[in-house]
């Protein structure tokens, strides 16, 4: 199974970015897509959850502005992030886990996102 992000950037406090996450391979459902972030030296944090039955799982500090959603045809999982704050800035990782019948965990690699003035 591979992951492909894109759709980091930079942007402005207040601004919008869209993240994108195609997996492709032998993939099992029910499973688990989703973003994690990872601030320099930290350990990584999940920010979004969804499963293939859309059930949807948000961080705190996030919830009320990104929103998860998936595109199950397609194993495309997205982010859309509002109302971007500075402490958002952070490398995201999308994710996929599931069991086939052993537990899969995939992720890909790291979309840079910065949010600053």
């Known amino acids: 199974v591979q992951l492909q992000a894109s759709g980091g950037g930079s942007v402005q406090p207040g601004g919008s970015l869209t993240l994108s996450c195609a997996a492709s391979?032998?993939?099992?459902?029910?499973?688990?897509m989703g973003w994690w972030r990872q601030y320099p030296g930290k350990q990584r944090e999940l920010v979004a959850d969804?499963?293939?039955?859309?059930?949807?799982d948000y961080a705190r500090v996030v919830k009320g502005r990104f929103t998860i959603s998936r595109d199950n045809a397609k194993n495309t999982v997205y982010l859309q992030m509002n109302s971007l704050k500075p402490e958002d800035t952070a490398v995201y990782y999308c994710?996929?886990?599931?069991?086939?019948?052993?537990?899969?965990?995939?992720w890909g690699q790291g979309t840079q996102v910065t949010v600053s003035s």
């Open positions: 994710n996929t886990n599931f069991y086939d019948p052993t537990w899969r965990d995939y």
């Open positions: 391979g032998n993939i099992f459902r029910p499973n688990h």
């Open positions: 969804m499963t293939s039955g859309g059930n949807t």
